[in-house]
T-cell receptor
Framework: GDSVTQMEGPVTLSEEAFLTINCTYT??????LFWYVQYPGEGLQLLLK?????DKGSNKGFEATYRKETTSFHLEKGSVQVSDSAVYFC???????????FGTGTRLLVSP | EAGVAQSPRYKIIEKRQSVAFWCNPI?????LYWYQQILGQGPKLLIQ????????DSQLPKDRFSAERLKGVDSTLKIQPAKLEDSAVYLC??????????????FGPGTRLTVT
């Protein structure tokens, strides 16, 4: 079945450091890929998405590129801030069904 | 516009008791989802409604969990009787339509259930 694998956390960085959170997927078809973020005490929010191979999703300085050849959707940010501290979830879904399949989440801790 | 509303935010019960969670989706959203998020794991879909019909309940433990969306608007998820392993955050989400390629799901704040 379909699945998403994320790097284990926590990822601990200093402010202004470069961030990469790895995400790979296994899918029977051609899913859309997503990154969701969960800030402390809040619900999940969509951060960015990509619907087909080679698409790049971007938002709030975060980027991820849909790589079909490596079945990956790694999240990157050039300079993290303390306010980026949260749990990040990679997920996939299919058009017409929309059920999201999530990874286990990666906690990011950014210190001043 | 108002977001997805859930209540209660927190609930503590003893095992073998029953509990119910309520969700009010964003106005006009046809599709409603209930996810279970166990600590340290990603959310897992329990049930998906399109209007008041069930689209997917393949991962719902039907011997103890039930859900309804009678008028195609708000929804209730019930657990009876609860087990220790049901301790989790229960997330409700809604999206505009099952079809048409619109993927974004809007999540509520969740209900944190602790079973003792």
């Amino acid at each position: 079945g379909d699945s998403v694998t994320q790097m284990e956390g926590p990822v601990t960085l200093s402010e202004e450091a470069f961030l990469t959170i790895n995400c790979t997927y296994t899918a029977t078809g051609y899913p859309s890929l997503f990154w969701y973020v969960q800030y402390p005490g809040e619900g999940l929010q969509l951060l960015l998405k990509a619907t087909k191979a080679d698409d790049k999703g971007s938002n709030k300085g975060f980027e991820a590129t849909y790589r079909k050849e490596t079945t990956s959707f790694h999240l990157e940010k050039g300079s993290v801030q303390v306010s980026d501290s949260a749990v990040y979830f990679c997920a996939l879904s299919y058009t017409g069904f929309q059920k999201l399949v999530f990874g286990t989440g990666t906690r990011l801790l950014v210190s001043p | 516009e108002a977001g997805v509303a859930q209540s209660p935010r927190y609930k503590i019960i003893e095992k073998r008791q029953s509990v119910a969670f309520w969700c009010n989706p964003i106005s006009g959203h046809a599709t409603l989802y209930w996810y279970q998020q166990i600590l340290g794991q990603g959310p897992k879909l329990l049930i998906q409604f399109q209007n008041n019909g069930v689209v997917d309940d393949s991962q719902l433990p039907k011997d103890r969990f039930s859900a309804e969306r009678l008028k195609g608007v708000d929804s209730t998820l019930k657990i009876q009787p609860a087990k220790l392993e049901d301790s989790a955050v229960y997330l409700c989400a809604s999206s505009p339509s099952l079809r048409g390629g619109r993927h974004e799901q809007y999540f509520g704040p969740g209900t944190r259930l602790t079973v003792t």
